[in-house]
């Protein structure tokens, strides 16, 4: 089981940090993407890092604000965002690949359930 945490209410230009966990299988061997998808558009692949934690990824929307790491020791893959902007209200995903970094959702082959960030004021 892949399990997204961390989603909530955030102000514009404020941050949160995204989990992603693994229960029951290491995650010491794929590669995780993180995605999101706002109501009535396609799922974004936004940030991908490969399984040895090498430099990440990021969709242009995202480059200098959001920050991908992972500790292998926890099983857990970190998403930190900053300055956030009322655009990124929707439900963030992360999901698992073999191989190399890519941020094309139909390249993965696991999904978590996904996590709701919210940014109003």
């Known amino acids: 089981q892949l399990v997204e945490s961390g989603g909530a209410l955030v102000q514009p230009g404020g941050s949160l940090r995204l989990s992603c966990a693994a229960s029951?299988?290491?995650?010491?061997?794929?590669?995780i993407g993180w995605f999101r998808q706002a109501p009535g558009k396609e799922r974004e692949g936004i940030s991908s890092?490969?399984?040895?934690?090498?430099?990440?990824y990021y969709a242009d929307s995202v480059k200098g604000r959001f920050t991908n790491s992972r500790d292998n020791a926890k099983n857990t893959v970190y998403l930190q965002m900053d300055s956030l902007k009322p655009e990124g209200t929707t439900v963030y995903y992360c999901?698992?690949?073999?191989?190399?970094?890519?941020?094309?959702?139909?390249?993965?082959?696991?999904w978590g359930q996904g996590t709701q960030v919210t940014v109003s004021s």
């Open positions: 029951g299988f290491t995650l010491d061997y794929y590669t």
């Open positions: 999901a698992l690949r073999y191989g190399p970094v890519e941020i094309r959702r139909d390249r993965y082959d696991y």
């Open positions: 890092i490969n399984s040895y934690g090498g430099a990440p």
